[in-house]
């Protein structure tokens, strides 16, 4: 038995370092990825690493949370296996995504083994029609009026053309029926740096006023209202500046979809995976 699987894995060796000589010789030489002659114990030491390290964002199975799913064939930060291990290693600037901090270079290639392994296995199945889905957001969910989707719409809230590769469905479903549940980091592309989202109401001498901070420092804050138009205001001027945690701008909509609503939507919110249409 060891002797046939010792053969296969001689021959399947052999294979693969053909491959990479012919592709070496197409593209000049390009190192072949450590992952394809990981053993199933590097995997398992990357699965190990993997919930230490990754578990609390991207969930125990790597089905996602705070951060996607990385249950994906394919991973649009991580188009091949050495920029994964970037991608592990130095985090995505801007994002919710850290750096990881204590595992050595080989361990960073074990866990970007576990998450190569992960990407095999079949996708999820969406619990509702995308379809449907895409109609209520643009119909009974207004939802264009605070998000900017595939180049369309406007305002407050985050964009989501590509919110399906950076969520999961259970956090989207919740996104939808309870808002006050998560703030997201804003993404680089609309502030360049990393920002939880929050809101904040003040008082100025021209009246009261509510949004969502973009950015602050010492002597001035920026709020960007309902309508998407960022204002700065001088600190010492305002009379009140309350920052409202935890309450989100974005309505419920627990109580105007229905259950059945909600999962053709969040289906759809899956769908955004940031390539355009
Ligand atoms: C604090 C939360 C957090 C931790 C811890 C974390 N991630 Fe992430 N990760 C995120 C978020 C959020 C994103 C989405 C970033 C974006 O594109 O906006 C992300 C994105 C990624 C991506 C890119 C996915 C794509 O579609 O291209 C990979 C790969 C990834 N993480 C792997 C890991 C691994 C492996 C670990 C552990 C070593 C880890 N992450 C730890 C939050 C986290
Ligand atoms: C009145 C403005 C407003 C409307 C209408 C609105 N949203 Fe939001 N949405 C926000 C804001 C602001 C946030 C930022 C986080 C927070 O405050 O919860 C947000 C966050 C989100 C998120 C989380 C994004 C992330 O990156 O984590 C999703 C998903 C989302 N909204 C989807 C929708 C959908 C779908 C609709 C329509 C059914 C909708 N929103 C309608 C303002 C709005």
């Known amino acids: 038995m060891d002797i046939i699987r010792g053969a296969c894995h001689i021959a399947g060796l052999s294979l693969l370092l053909t491959i990479v000589n012919l592709v070496a010789a197409a593209t000049g030489p390009a190192p ?53 291990f970037d991608v592990i290693g130095e985090g995505i600037q801007g994002t919710g995504m850290p750096g990881t901090f204590g595992p050595n270079d080989d361990e960073l290639w074990h866990i970007a083994g576990y998450v190569r392994s992960l990407g095999r296995l079949p996708a999820e199945a969406m619990p509702g029609d995308p379809e449907v889905g895409r109609v209520l957001y643009e119909t009974k969910g ?43 980091m804003l993404s680089s592309r609309m502030t360049g740096r990393t920002n939880a989202f929050l809101t904040v109401r003040l008082v100025s001498p021209e009246g009261e006023f509510e949004g969502l901070r973009v950015n602050e420092d010492e002597f001035s804050i920026q709020v960007r209202d309902l309508s998407g138009t960022i204002r700065s205001f001088d600190k010492h001027t305002l009379l009140n500046l ?8 974005m309505p419920g909509y627990d109580t105007v979809l229905t259950p059945r609503e909600v999962d053709d939507l969040s289906s759809y919110l899956m769908s955004l995976k940031g390539d355009r249409r």
């Open 242 to 249: 309350e920052r409202a945690f935890g309450h989100s701008l």
């Open 32 to 84: 072949p990825s450590p992952i394809e002659t990981q053993t199933p114990a590097d995997i398992a030491d990357g699965e190990r690493l993997f919930r230490v390290h990754c578990a609390r964002c991207h969930g125990m199975l790597g089905d996602g949370g705070e951060g996607p799913s990385l249950k994906r064939p394919t991973l649009g930060h991580a188009p091949d296996d050495q920029a994964l």
């Open 142 to 184: 207004g939802c264009a009026a605070c998000h900017i989707s595939r180049g369309e719409g406007q305002g407050v809230g985050p964009e989501l053309s590509d919110v399906g590769s950076r969520r999961n469905l259970e956090y989207l479903r919740r996104s939808l029926t309870n808002p006050d549940a998560d703030f997201p």
